[in-house]
């Protein structure tokens, strides 16, 4: 299928639709519908097994609207945009890179030059000089005049600005990896092929963070995947993950890692292997915040498209929230440090010479109090002598900010890619090869007929179904023929039909969906 | 405990934290935690299996934002505000309805003349004539000016603006309940409380269509269901959904169907049905869209605290976009309708007479069609004769807009009633009572120490376990009695300790986390 049979099929089928339809449609924003809630459901559910439960991650849920400090430290404010041009006859705007030969520069002096000579594609007219327009989504927080708000560019920032908490609630240690599902906004000039370019979309992220020096090696389980890589240098070849490091292809070993992950998570997807491929970013391509990037893209009718950019933001991230709101976001290393000598008041000396007002001079001594320090106690002022310390030795260790690396997937570009590439026709016949885990529906459930009590016993099995919490689609509509292919469709596994001989022997028939073929079976089998 | 308690162990143990306390904070938002997000997944698996699929309801997800004609249909545009007020001497901001005695009058009139004859709290200032303030996040889309949009105040708009696309598949037919989880945004004038008034938040909700006479009876499995109300008029008490529509207490079937599955539910997520009751909203309290509305509400310690409402919309929104958007967001009433007389191609006819122009000539065939109409083939003009025509009789069924009925749930406030009514303490020991489907992992694995090999033994276990998908969690830091209390804070039902003898007999204890009974049990029986 190519692009427009897809959204064809997605749309006639409730898996997606272009939103706000009935209002003439607003470009950049999907509709999920029953089938496209379910897959997308699953397809996260399995990136959380491969990604959130495989790499130990511990899950956040973060807020989608963020202040402006956030973003101004993060570099979004400043860096997050796209060069747009204006017509100078008729006004119409363009996006620079659009008007150029190909996407994916980055460069603006080069862009800005390439414009120069361009005309409007609509009147002829000459262009103004480009100037900068930021993607984030603003908005206003609190009445009157508010303060300025946006919505998140991405996922990630929601993690790193939370490092702090998740460093504790992982008890000060790295590696430290965090995971989180949920919408990004980015307020695209010229939003355009559905699910492929939205304004408002859904990652799945995972944010792995480490000391510089201690990076996670390439676990066991991943370390022998082979993968096809395009490196910015050298050649493209299919290689065992572990040998891509080696030969320093791949320059960090936990990009590496993610590498594998992906291969492994996409192609359990259904996307067939000689589809996918991993591309190196050039240094013009990559985001601010970058320092090795690789895309995941897999190959559909609309040419190569990214379904995962796994990259490695070294500290930039950490540091700039650090640095901004002077909050602790550096982590310490373990076995470095001076030793210092310091004191500790002696809670049991204390005790038993202030008895009751022991507690309020415990609360008078900060921390680094040492003996001669004067507390107050029922009016009167004490100086506390040696006999009231302790004498402690500590190790303050080095504090520095971890690295980390970033595979982040776009769960609507992946949903297209599986739609597109698992498709399979034959004769008049088409049918989405999911795999069994992607499945939108344990089985369809149809009556050879809606009458003589067979649609009743169909219903019954339906009802005892979703009773038992396993979702299954009820079809009694039109020709059983044609069920098969609505059920093909959107790729239900496997379909249970009740016929005559089941009101006699409690039996139907179970049809696999990729061969046809049909078993008889006993209904109390079936779940 | 009380709010404060609950907050402080939410922070704590990675439930929850105010968002963006680096940055200083910002009022209405909040981050979920590692155990956070799984217990908001565990809730909505939960309403997914009482809602969805009980009611065999329709899932979508729909964008976030909308554009500005969707919200002027849905009066969010005009009717969404809260009544603001601004102090002439030192501008500041307060709600209306805070200031004056209670929440809960939305009657303007009543709230403006209330408010004159405050003085702010602040400076004792005269307050300026109150203005409505909309509650709606603005924002816009596109580039250069752009248009406006609107991040949703509630996901409801998202499923009437894709009704024509559920409705076609549900192939035509009510009743049809569509269900959504998702965001939506409030810009509070003044929010407080953490999780019980928030900026953005979590809704669970369902909106269930049918044709106005024809509404769903309660089903048996919950007519029988007692539940505790508080109407407008009447005495409150305890009886059966089905005795309370009969005594009209209830004026709507479906709405009493709800209250039942919301209380099912509410109490199946451990809230004691004590602490639970229904309240019916007064005339001046209800919702512009709103005909019936009850509030699920929660005994805590900051009062009763709603957690759903359950609202009869009549037809007001489907009405609304059906006119404001001139699509048809109507459905067809059965067995309705005038027979009309009409005539269709006769494909086999035209085949016969026109060979390879046959698809040519019916694609010029538009709709009404009549014999005499003329063709173009190859140039030449034809006249069709009824020779080439069937006569067909049909039916215009009469076409009106559905009510609908909506459970909604919020499942942050709804998180934050289990948190504080599921506490149970005993001695110096507290912990969270959750049902075992909501235990946020399904055990905890520990070495009894550290060392000696329990630890590598543990490991094993857990690895073992996450390999299968089963989510446990690890802990071998500090005393037993610790990591057991740590468990016990955040409801993980069970406790799987690895001791000496384990490396003897391959057996483990399993602890019970609300008895604290520990029983011996074999490795191979554990998962």
Redesign the interface.
């Known amino acids: 299928m190519n692009f427009q049979e897809v959204m064809a099929l997605a749309?006639r089928r409730?898996i997606l639709?272009p939103?706000?339809?009935?209002?003439g449609g607003?470009a950049?924003?999907?509709?999920?519908?029953?089938v496209?809630?379910?897959l997308?459901r699953k397809i996260t559910e399995l990136w959380r097994?491969h990604f959130v439960?495989?790499f130990?991650a511990?899950?956040?849920?973060?807020?989608?609207?963020?202040?402006e400090?956030?973003f101004r430290a993060s570099g979004h404010l400043s860096e997050f945009d796209d060069l747009?041009v204006?017509c100078l006859e008729c006004n119409k705007?363009y996006r620079a890179d659009l008007l150029v030969e190909g996407e994916g520069t980055l460069d603006r002096r080069i862009l800005a030059d390439a414009v120069a000579g361009k005309k409007c594609e609509s009147c002829g007219g000459k262009f103004d000089v480009p100037r900068p327009?930021n993607l984030m989504?603003?908005?206003?927080?609190?009445?009157?005049r508010?303060t300025p708000?946006y919505?998140r560019p991405e996922t990630a920032q929601?993690i790193f600005?939370?490092f702090?908490?998740?460093l504790r609630?992982n008890?000060g240690k790295l590696p430290l990896a965090a995971a989180q599902v949920g919408?990004a906004?980015r307020?695209e000039?010229a939003p355009r092929q559905g699910p492929l370019r939205l304004?408002?979309f859904t990652q799945l992220e995972l944010e792995h963070f480490f000391l510089p020096g201690a990076e996670p090696e390439i676990p066991k389980r991943l370390a022998k995947m082979e993968v096809r890589l395009v490196p910015v240098n050298g050649s493209a070849g299919t290689e065992t993950i572990a040998d891509l490091v080696k030969e320093d292809v791949i320059g960090s070993s936990l990009v590496a890692s993610y590498i594998a992950c992906a291969w492994k998570f996409i192609t359990a997807c259904g996307v067939p292997a000689g589809k996918l491929r991993f591309r190196q970013h050039g240094k013009h391509e990559m985001a601010h915040y970058s320092s090795e990037c690789w895309d995941g893209e897999v190959e559909t009718s609309t040419g190569w498209v990214e379904v995962v950019g796994i990259a490695h933001r070294s500290d930039y991230d950490l540091k700039a929230?650090g640095k901004?709101?002077s909050?602790e976001?550096r982590a310490p290393v373990p076995g470095t440090g001076k030793k210092i000598n310091t004191w500790l008041p002696d809670k049991g000396a204390i005790g038993q010479k202030f008895k009751s007002e022991a507690a309020s001079v415990l609360e008078q001594l900060v921390e680094g109090a040492a003996p001669g320090v004067e507390v107050g106690v029922s009016g009167t002022t004490h100086a506390l002598g040696r006999e009231y310390f302790r004498r402690v030795s500590a190790t303050e260790p080095e504090m520095i900010y971890p690295h980390v690396v970033e595979p982040s997937f776009g769960l609507d570009r992946l949903l297209y890619c599986i739609l597109e590439t698992t498709w399979r026709s034959e004769g008049d016949r088409g049918w989405l090869a999911l795999p069994e885990m992607l499945s939108p529906y344990y089985m369809l459930i149809a009556p050879l007929m809606a009458r003589d009590g067979l649609d009743e016993k169909a219903r019954e099995i339906h009802a005892a179904a979703?009773f038992d919490?396993v979702?299954v689609f009820y079809d009694e509509?039109g020709s059983i023929g044609r069920r098969y292919a609505r059920a093909d469709e959107i790729g239900i596994s496997r379909a249970c039909t009740v016929d005559y001989q089941t009101l006699e022997d409690k039996t139907v028939t179970i049809r696999d969906r990729d061969s046809t073929e049909q078993q008889r079976v006993s209904i109390d089998s079936i779940f």
Chains 1, 2 share one sequence.
């Open positions: 749309k409730g639709q939103a706000y339809e009935p209002y607003v950049g924003f999907l509709d999920y519908g029953p496209g809630v379910r997308r097994k439960l495989g130990g511990l899950e956040i849920d973060s807020a989608l609207i963020g202040p400090p956030l747009l204006e705007l327009f989504f603003s908005t206003s927080l609190g009445a009157g508010g708000g919505l929601g600005q939370a702090p908490w998740l609630q008890r919408r906004f307020n000039i304004r408002e929230h901004a709101s909050r976001f979703m919490g979702d509509k």
